[in-house]
């Protein structure tokens, strides 16, 4: 394969990955919204979705696909505070809207506390590709 044709299929595959990761995410969401499917019915699925797509932006950093050249700090904390902003607000509806329960504001707390600790491994770890990827490139180039 000459370069044109590498590219047209790498874009290709790109397209096709994603969409088969939408449809699966879909599929996810039926089951627990519409079917009302308890999640351990579907957790492995989700489970394997969630390790993917961290795999996906670390290899993506590591090879240099996400040009990173120089974050500052604040930077980071800004993409570190939105993860986590997010992942709250998901947790909290995950817990308080769909489910009928509910939890109590210690154990939302308490979740808060697991979800800004997660967010911070996931950010240190790939703050670490993109520092490995980039010496790597570097030492490609030399």
């Known amino acids: 394969m000459d ?9 290709v ?22 079917l009302g499917q308890e999640l351990s019915d579907y957790e492995d699925i989700a489970i394997i979705l969630t390790i993917n797509s961290l795999f996906l932006i670390s290899a993506l950093l590591y090879f240099g696909a996400i040009p990173i050249r120089r974050l500052k700090v604040k ?6 505070i939105v993860l986590v902003v997010f992942g709250s607000l998901f947790t909290y509806a995950r ?3 769909f489910q009928s329960p509910g939890l109590s504001y210690k154990q939302l707390f308490d979740k808060f506390i697991i979800v800004v600790t997660i967010t911070g491994l996931i950010m240190g770890f790939w703050i670490l ?7 790597r490139l570097d ?3 030399e």
Do not use: P, W
């Open 3 to 11: 370069e044109r044709n590498k590219k047209i299929a790498y874009k």
């Open 13 to 34: 595959i790109a397209i096709m990955y994603f969409l088969t990761y939408f449809a699966i995410v879909g599929i996810l969401l039926y089951r627990q919204f519409v």
């Open 75 to 80: 930077s980071i904390l800004l993409i570190y």
């Open 95 to 97: 817990y308080n809207i």
């Open 129 to 135: 590709l993109s520092i490995l990827g980039k010496k």
């Open 139 to 141: 030492k490609e180039l």
